[in-house]
């Protein structure tokens, strides 16, 4: 019976079967999925094949699992040559951010969009609190809607407290399978609150099955929305990290970087001091945002620091 994973604790999982049903599932032996070394063989999102084991517990075996449409992961906090897979089969990643109480930094934001282009998932910016934004915070928010549409990325404001905006962020759920990300205090877990009353998010538990064996850790978790779709929330997962990426292609995950850096005369052009260099040429003209050099030059900076 095919299934998708809703929640994962290490070392079972909650599965929501084709028959609607939901199901305790375990693995039985050893798993290997080609091609990934992650410390978790199944994540939130995946599509599995499972046997049911016993109906009357609800448990299920399982014995497959179908290949991953794109996944995101960070580096596990044990071993840092190794995923910890967060979540799979995602159609985007909507980031909650705040000009105010607490401000998200622009440095945050672009490691995130940097992740989100390495994994190939497209990434939506919600900005929150609208209601708390003076005339600085508001012209601050147009500068930077207006780099990252330009960047290619949808950007919205909206107020949970006001129940301002909301609706097109709930259009864009609608039908597809939505990673909610964002640093702990901009509004996540009441918005999502205010747009489904209907569940109760932090104290929707899975009831009747003891936490046995659940990581003190946080991990992700899906939910179906009522008109369609679903979300996929993290909480506790601040960053999805920078995973595998070395320097050299560092300038590959900022999209206005990308489609320039072939007229760059050297091909191994890292943009700081080389000569006619396209992506300074391009910030010099006004077509890459300064801001966003910055973020390259700064994230740049601390990965020559760690390696
Ligand atoms: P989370 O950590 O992202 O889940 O944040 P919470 O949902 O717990 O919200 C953190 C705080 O921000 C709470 O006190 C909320 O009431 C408040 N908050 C959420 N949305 C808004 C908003 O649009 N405007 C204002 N002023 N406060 C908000
Ligand atoms: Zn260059």
Redesign the pocket.
Known sequence: MRARIYKSTGSWYVARAENGETYQARIKGVMKIEGITSTNPIAVGDEVEMEIEAVQEESAIISEIYDRKNYVARVSPHNKHQHHIIASNLDQSLL?V?LK?PKTSQGFMDRFLISCEAFHVPAIIVF?????YKKKELEKFERLKEIYEAVGYTVLL?????EKGLEEVKALLHNKVSLLS????????????ALFPEFNLRTQEVSGWSGKGMHTTTFAEMFDLPEGGHIIDT?GIRELGLVDISKEELAHYFPEMRERMNDCQFNNCMHIEEPNCAIKQAVIDGEISEERYISYRTILDTMESEW
């Open positions: 909650f705040t109480d929150n609190k609208a209601d708390l909206c107020s949970v407290a006001e964002g640093h702990s205090g901009v509004g996540k877990s009441t918005f999502i609150n909480p």
